[in-house]
């Protein structure tokens, strides 16, 4: 193989879910088998790395969970990101970003709560200097002017670019709007794509912290604006409770047996919704996990459908217990402080089980959430990127 015309090149691609990530990637790279959502449902559930060659140049487009994601939480999706971003950096040869494309549908109606929260932690994970190596790429430009609404979308692409709680912070800290027009195909894309590759390589915010500063997630400027929202709900959900509880003992003092069960079921909603909060912020602290617990949400169908398909792929590989343990222990120094600890206590845990009950399976099942298939694909562990 001829040597490259230049460095390596390595380009994240983020945004919410349906905004057209997966479609980009598979535009530029030509490669089958990306998967493509639609609408608002994800089908980027991991982050995965897409290498491909452009003008003499090795490049690498990296996917990403979408914000606002259908299956996940805002505290999955920014771990899953994080570790993968840690890991990278972390280790030999301590990669970073040329550039990030942030995809936003020209057709979206509103910036919604969750929107602008998230569209905070994007910026909190790149930090200032990174900043200008971001594209804000608007598309779905092709469908605007097809069903007659391209007035409205330049009033919506005027909107995302002036107003201070939309794109204007990023903008001023050096980001750059272009527009995907999904009529050039292939070409519009690789221009963006090419915009980005005479870039140098950045260190983002959140590396930095985790990897510089040692910091654990939840203490990052990230992990604290996702935080915030936990907490918030949290509270919330608590005052609820109190409430219910209220109602529930005047319904027993007034003998009213169908408020009481109305009230009954209504206590319940708020303790699983109050069980996933609590959830997500053990995913942010790195401390103790229950999944069977967290499957229990109103995410249950499309989570445990992911997970028995996992499981089934692991049982499949009939993996060896002590070798994957050995695995994970030979590679537990290339992870941040607070993943050696989660792991090592599956570890101990499933080691105290009989030797006839230890299943490998089970146990890359637990240590997933904590570092993610690109990591374990790099500790040699066959299960990487979840084939068929």
């Known amino acids: 193989m001829p040597p490259y015309a230049g460095p390596p090149v390595r380009i994240a691609v983020m945004g919410v879910t349906g905004s057209g990530k997966s479609t980009f990637i598979e535009q530029v790279t030509q490669l089958q088998g990306i998967k493509i959502g639609h609408q608002y449902e994800s089908c980027t559930t991991d982050v995965e790395p897409f290498e ?23 505290a999955e999706v920014l771990t899953e990101i994080a570790n993968y971003l840690d890991f990278t950096y ?4 301590h990669l970073k970003l040329n550039g990030i494309v942030y995809m936003q549908s020209i057709q979206d109606p509103r910036m919604y709560g969750s929107s602008l929260r998230n569209l905070k932690m994007f ?8 900043m ?19 007035d409205k979308a330049v009033a919506k692409e005027t909107e995302l670019r002036d107003k201070a709680n939309f794109w204007q912070p990023l903008i001023s800290r050096g980001a750059r709007m272009v527009r995907w027009d999904s009529d050039d195909t292939r070409a519009g894309a690789v221009e963006i794509v ?28 990230a992990g604290n604006t996702v935080n915030e929202e936990v907490l918030r709900v949290e509270k919330e ?5 109190v409430k219910i509880r209220s109602e529930m003992q005047e ?16 206590k319940k909603d708020y303790e699983r919704k109050l069980g996933k909060i609590r959830e997500e912020q053990d995913l942010l602290h790195y401390e103790r996990r229950n999944e069977t617990r967290r499957m229990q949400n109103e995410m249950d169908d499309l989570r445990s459908a992911y997970d028995r398909k996992l499981e089934k792929q692991l049982s499949a590989q009939k993996l060896d217990f002590d070798e994957v343990v050995a695995k994970l222990t030979a590679n537990q120094g290339k992870l941040r402080h607070e993943q050696r600890v989660a792991m090592q206590a599956e570890i101990d845990k499933m080691k105290k089980e009989k030797s006839g009950k230890r299943s490998a399976g089970q ?3 637990k240590i997933l959430p904590l570092v993610g298939t690109v990591v374990l694909g790099a500790f040699g562990i066959p299960f990487a990127f979840g084939g068929s």
């Open 90 to 93: 972390r280790n030999p040869p």
């Open 52 to 74: 491909f060659e452009l003008d003499g140049r090795h490049v690498t487009l990296i996917d990403t969970p979408g914000f606002n994601d259908s299956s996940r939480s805002e």
């Open 251 to 266: 319904a027993v003092a007034a003998r009213d047996e169908e408020v009481k069960e109305a009230l009954e079921q209504s």
């Open 132 to 150: 200008k190596s971001v594209l804000l790429t608007t598309n779905r430009w092709d469908k605007a002017r097809s069903c007659g609404e391209f």
């Open 123 to 130: 910026k909190d994970l790149c930090g200032e200097s990174p």
């Open 194 to 221: 090419r915009a980005l590759m005479s870039a140098a390589p950045e260190v983002l915010q959140i590396q930095r912290e985790l990897v510089e500063q040692e910091k654990r997630l939840v203490d990052t400027t």
């Open 363 to 365: 146990l890359i099942m």
């Open 237 to 241: 959900y608590q005052a609820e409770l």
